[in-house]
């Protein structure tokens, strides 16, 4: 009896924590070629102005006007003014930008804290780490390397291609055709053997040996937990990975679980990853594609109608019926009622 109470307990502060989420995020809109803000309901709160607008990160949300850009925080309010070249997304407390053609990296002041003198690009943190890319065409040197919170190589740049850290663990590739995963110390952990690979999302990751093989999943030693059976597979999200049988031009899309069971039979022409229990899945193709969106058991709960679908973020997807020229856009629920239209 105590443990059920204990379990109803943790289950209503886990809605009212996730409601409560939900009804703080805020989600771009376009109207009239300007960007503004909405919230969960469809309501208005940051009247179009900005000549761009994107999704919020860590309390922030990044903008474009005069050409620059900017952060704002929930209120509309102007808290880092626009003056970067280029910007990416609050991320660790920390937000990559450029100006003037140097990278570097701002706090929630905008004040510059870390600045990388050899970066040709850089981008933000991930697990402590962040990506810069260093290019020397008269050494023919092209490169990847990472830098820590306190601005310190930890990692040199050596490896031709390399990706973001993953549950401890990136991808990288020495000769740009062959893959493989190094650990936080820079150590190879997994040899540089497929031809392709995938972070890792949820303890495994999707690779193939050969660019004419089968798909596979692979454990953080480099083990196959499921074997090279699909002719394609991707990551894992919500304990569910799209598997597809058949080419790219007429195959079917399903999904398995984390025992390679396959949970929703590929019979789907299009997928989306889930995303908040919810992920789209198309019918026909070309301009027939309709797009609905499916449980995690196969169930249809919003019926195949919209031209263009998106994955659900924090309580509302972005979608489109009909043509770009006349038909209807906008934001719709997990009911899938519109709560914001975009008015012509």
């Known amino acids: ?9 943790t289950s209503i502060l886990l809605m009212f924590l996730s409601t409560n989420l939900f009804s703080q995020h805020l989600y771009p809109i376009k109207q009239d070629g300007l960007y503004g803000f909405i919230n969960i309901e469809g309501k208005v709160i940051i009247e179009p102005k900005f000549e761009k607008g994107y999704d ?26 626009p003056q970067f070249d280029e910007a990416r997304d609050f991320s660790e407390d920390l937000a990559c930008v450029k100006k003037e053609g140097q990278w570097f990296y701002i706090d929630r002041m905008g004040k510059s804290v870390i600045t990388l003198k050899d970066a040709d690009f850089a981008y933000s943190f991930r697990e402590g780490f ?15 390397g990472f830098i820590d919170h306190t601005g310190r190589i930890v990692l040199l740049p050596t490896y031709h291609l390399a990706y973001d850290f993953h549950e401890g663990l990136a991808r990288v590739s020495s000769d740009g055709k062959k893959w493989g995963f190094i650990d936080k110390t820079g150590k190879l952990v997994i040899e540089e053997i497929f031809d392709d690979c995938f972070d890792f999302w949820e303890g495994m990751a999707n690779v193939r040996e050969r660019n004419d093989s089968k798909w596979g999943f692979i454990d953080k ?20 990975a ?18 390679g069971k396959i949970i929703i039979e590929p019979n789907n022409d299009g997928s989306h990853h889930f995303q908040d229990g919810l992920a789209c899945v198309g019918k026909n193709s070309g301009r027939d594609m309709e797009w609905g969106y499916t449980d995690k058991n196969g169930k249809i709960v919003i019926a195949h109608q919209f031209t263009v679908p998106s994955e659900f973020v924090n309580g509302l997807a972005y979608v489109r019926i009909g043509s770009l020229k006349e038909g209807t856009q906008g934001y719709i629920n997990h009911l899938g009622e519109f709560v914001w239209k975009l008015t012509k």
């Open 221 to 240: 030693t480099g083990k196959f937990v499921l074997e090279a059976t699909y002719d394609k597979a991707f990551y894992f999200d919500e304990e569910r």
């Open 1 to 9: 009896m105590k443990n059920t109470k204990t379990l109803l307990a």
């Open 56 to 81: 919020f990160s860590e309390r922030y949300g990044r903008i474009k006007q005069g050409g620059l850009y900017g952060y704002i925080n929930h209120k509309g309010k102007v808290v880092i003014e």
């Open 130 to 144: 962040a990506r810069y890319h260093h290019i020397e065409k008269e050494n023919e040197l092209d490169d990847y």
């Open 242 to 259: 799209i598997v597809r049988v058949g080419s790219v031009k007429d195959g079917k899309y399903g999904y398995i679980d984390k025992a």
